[in-house]
C-alpha cells in the first residue's frame, strides 16, 4: 500500500465516523415516519396496510385464449370484483365502447362468472397457479394475481348421449 492509498483509506474512514456520529445525534427527518410500534420506518411508502400496499401493484395482463393481443389492467384502480367483471365486459364483449351498454354496466347481476359469456375468469398468481378468481377476498386477489385468463367453458361431453330412446 502507497502512502496516497493509505491517506485516502484514512480519509474515507473519517468521513465514514462523521456521518455515524451526525446521523445518530440529528432529530428523524420528515421522511422517516414512527410506526404504532414506535420503530422508525425509511420507507415512508412500505407501512404495511393493505390499502397502501395494494396501491403499489402494478397492471396484470389480462389474456383472452384464442386472441394474440392480450390487455393490460390495473387492479388497483378497481374496488371489487363487480368492477373487474364490468371492465372485461368492456373489454371482450362490448369492444371498448363506453356509452353503447350502459344498460349491461348498470345491470346489478354482473359478476365474474357472466362478464364474458361462455368463458371463465382464472388467474396466474406469484407460484404460477392457475386459479379461479373469486375465491379470495379482493385485496389478497390484488395482491397475488399476476395474470388473468379468460378461458372458454367446457361444453358438456355427454351431448345426446345421457338418454337412450328405446
Known amino acids: ?45 412500505l407501512l ?3 390499502d397502501l400496499v395494494s396501491t403499489l401493484v402494478p397492471p396484470v395482463t389480462v389474456v383472452l385464449e384464442g386472441r394474440s393481443i392480450c390487455q393490460r389492467i390495473s387492479l388497483q384502480k378497481h374496488t371489487s370484483y363487480t368492477s373487474l367483471a364490468k371492465a372485461l365486459r368492456r373489454m371482450f364483449v ?40 373469486g375465491d379470495l377476498n ?10 388473468i385468463r379468460i378461458l372458454p367453458a367446457k361444453a358438456n361431453s355427454r351431448r345426446g348421449g345421457g338418454r337412450r330412446s328405446t
Request: proline share 4%; charged share 30%.
Open 1 to 45: 500500500m502507497n502512502f496516497f492509498q493509505s491517506q485516502r483509506q484514512d480519509s474515507l474512514k473519517r468521513k465514514w465516523q462523521e456521518i455515524r456520529r451526525s446521523s445518530a445525534t440529528t432529530q428523524p427527518s420528515s421522511d422517516m415516519i414512527t410506526n404504532p410500534n414506535g420503530a422508525l420506518n425509511c420507507f415512508p411508502g
Open 48 to 50: 404495511g396496510d393493505d
Open 94 to 133: 362490448d369492444g371498448g365502447d363506453v356509452g353503447a351498454t350502459a344498460a349491461d354496466t348498470d345491470s346489478k347481476d354482473l359478476d365474474l362468472s357472466n362478464a364474458v359469456p361462455g368463458h371463465v375468469i382464472a388467474y396466474e398468481d406469484m407460484e404460477n397457479d392457475l386459479l379461479l378468481a
Open 138 to 147: 379482493w385485496k389478497d386477489f390484488v395482491r397475488v394475481a399476476k395474470r
